[in-house]
């Protein structure tokens, strides 16, 4: 099953040309690097368009931020929730995004870069269909969302689409939470 996820995760991202100057497309979904005294925050995104970034808005609270050595843009902060909205000025694949919400039961795959690191881990996990006091969908699994991957894309497996964007774990009770991408002006603007 998780290679199947993995699979269509790769087909869904949608190509975008890259500019005649750059030679290497950016990632659809880049680590985030936040430099600070002692060492850096790390953390991902995710692209939903050209040059328009989802993640965690706590993984932005320690700017200046960088994405792939580029300046990284902070265009909007959720008033109320953990997500940010992100430009940066390098062009490429993106993922499409499913407006429709977290269906309970269902298994999603949470992406990301785990401790920080270069490579992407995928978490599979499920919805509970039920929602913590903030606000965040609560999703269960045999593993949880990973710190690092904080500001990754939650995906549907079966379409490649993002659902959602991992914002914290519960490591002791099992649980991940996420904030659903139908809550961001990505899906109020298009609706």
């Known amino acids: 099953m998780l290679l199947r996820s993995l699979v269509a995760i790769a087909l869904a991202a949608v190509p975008v040309p890259a500019a005649p100057q750059e030679a290497t497309p950016a990632s659809p979904l880049p680590l985030v690097i936040c430099p ?34 580029d300046a990284m843009h902070v265009t909007y902060k959720g008033p109320d929730t953990d997500y940010a909205m992100l430009s940066d000025d390098r062009a490429g694949a993106f993922f499409k995004v499913d407006c429709g919400g977290f269906v309970e039961g269902k298994e999603y795959v949470a992406l990301g870069h785990a401790r920080g690191l270069d490579q992407i881990t995928a978490v599979p996990i499920f919805a509970t269909g039920e929602y913590h006091d903030n606000g965040d969908a609560i999703l269960v699994g045999i593993m949880t969302a990973i710190p690092g991957q904080s500001g990754g894309p939650i995906v549907d497996p ?10 914290a774990s519960n490591f002791e009770h099992g649980l991940s939470f996420a904030v659903e991408v139908k809550d961001t002006p990505v899906c109020k603007t298009a609706a």
Not at 38 to 51: D, I, L, N, Y
Not at 158 to 167: E, R, Y
């Open 36 to 69: 600070k005294l002692q060492g850096s925050m790390r953390g991902s995104a995710f692209r939903v368009g050209a040059h328009l970034l989802l993640t965690a808005k706590h993984v932005t609270a320690e700017a200046p931020c960088s994405i792939e050595g």
């Open 158 to 167: 079966d379409t490649g689409k993002a659902v959602g964007i991992v914002s």
